[in-house]
């Protein structure tokens, strides 16, 4: 105990420590709401972070910025049918020759390790694949090689590095 | 020869008497094998090698120490049991990128200490904002550990530091992490933190100096 070795510290705060360390009652469900969200599809969670309610605080200044931008925008562009522009078969491939496990974790997927696996090729030795749906736009993304080695894409762009520092790669998917 | 006083008390109490044969003595009974303990690290290989369910126990393992902290630091019941659950949920979710899985407690706070971090600075928004719409009948619902006058004076002493200085605070002299584990934690350099701690603790000790006297 820190608290017990080091002579230096005041009576006032031991004594104030100690009350702090007592346990504090936990949800008694927590772990199973915690699993609950952990095996949600990923659609399901990006449709519930879509209609999520959020605070938006606007300015009195910013909110007529605001309704002459979308005043702007209704003007200048024209709805017009855009066929095609859903999502699109993109093929992932790596070559791994000696692993025994590979998936693709990215933003698409929620950065989920158990998601998205490759399967190894029956026509190229070593390499692993799998064919995801993505919507046109910029997509980051990484392999997971034997779910402890992450590695960015090097057929790819590499793309920021993530919220630890870790490198991504990064794929724009054009629509048609 | 008569044995000494203590070996003679065991032979008493064993029933023998010290003629006995020692190796007429029944073999003694073999200590059970020693489990090696699962640790974070194990459960953490087990969880990105796809048994999910592996996870639950590092939910169990750590969701006191978690929630003290989150309580501790926010101040409000409901509040840091959000911030937990969000911390668990995003540590799952970005559990291939722990570099050192054997660490995953503190990795995991650093997590739940950004999502202290995001949910304070939204509690205060709503507070300068909504401050005047909450009625000020409201019945206040008692929280079950502030019983004691001196209880109530630690945690109006707590929510007077700074932000940093209460988070360096309970982080050293609460959840006992050494000053690297916090700077991993926290971002802030050895120096700073060690500040802070100290300017935590001399504010405190003014602050509680009286409730302490009178307790």
């Not at chain 2, 090696?36 to 953490?44: A, C, E, K, M, N």
């Not at chain 2, 050192?100 to 503190?106: G, K, M, N, T, V």
């Not at chain 2, 206040?140 to 004691?148: C, D, G, I, L």
Request: hydrophobic residues 40%.
């Amino acid at each position: 105990m820190i608290l017990d070795d080091d002579p230096e510290i005041d009576a006032v705060i031991r004594t104030m420590a100690a009350e702090l360390q007592r346990p504090v009652r936990v949800r008694p469900d927590l772990a199973a709401r915690v699993m609950a969200e952990v095996r949600r599809p990923p659609l399901e969670r990006a449709a519930r972070w879509v209609i999520r309610p959020r605070t938006i605080t606007v300015s009195p200044l910013g909110a007529l910025a605001a309704a002459a931008a979308i005043g702007a925008l209704v003007f200048l562009v024209r709805p017009a049918p855009a066929p095609g522009a859903g999502p699109s078969a993109i093929a992932f491939t790596y070559y791994a020759p000696t692993a025994s496990s590979v998936t693709l974790v990215g933003e698409f997927n929620d950065w989920d390790p158990n998601a998205t696996p490759l399967r190894p090729s029956d026509a190229r030795v070593g390499t692993w694949t799998v064919e995801v749906p993505l919507a046109p736009g910029r997509h980051e993304y990484a392999f997971l090689v034997d779910g402890s080695r992450w590695i960015p894409d090097p057929a790819a762009a590499q793309g920021p590095r993530g919220e630890f520092g870790e490198p991504n790669s990064v794929l724009t998917v054009a629509g048609s | 020869m008569t044995p000494p006083p203590r070996i003679a008390e065991w032979i008493a109490a064993a029933g023998l008497d010290a003629a006995t044969d020692p190796s007429a003595l029944p073999a003694p009974t073999p200590l059970p094998p020693t489990v090696p303990p699962v640790t974070d690290g194990t459960l953490v290989a087990q969880v990105l090698s796809g048994t999910t369910e592996a996870y639950t126990q590092l939910v169990e393992r750590h969701q006191r120490q978690l929630s003290r902290y989150a309580l501790r630091m926010l101040g409000n019941a409901q509040e840091a049991e959000d911030a937990v659950q969000e911390a668990f949920v995003r540590g799952y979710r970005s559990l291939a990128k722990c570099e050192d899985p054997e660490r995953y407690r503190a990795w995991l706070f650093q997590i739940l200490v950004n999502r202290c971090r995001t949910r304070a600075k939204a509690a205060k928004a709503r507070a300068q904002r909504f401050v005047a719409t909450e009625p000020e009948t409201e019945p206040r619902v008692p929280h079950p550990e502030a019983a004691s006058a001196w209880r109530e004076e630690i945690d109006r002493a707590l929510a007077e530091l700074p932000s940093d200085q209460r988070e360096a605070f309970l982080l050293k002299y609460v959840e006992e992490l050494s000053y690297e584990e916090i700077s991993g934690i926290t971002g802030a350099s050895l120096s700073a933190l060690k500040m802070r701690v100290k300017r935590a603790c001399e504010r405190l000790k003014d602050l509680l100096k009286d409730a302490y006297d009178s307790r």
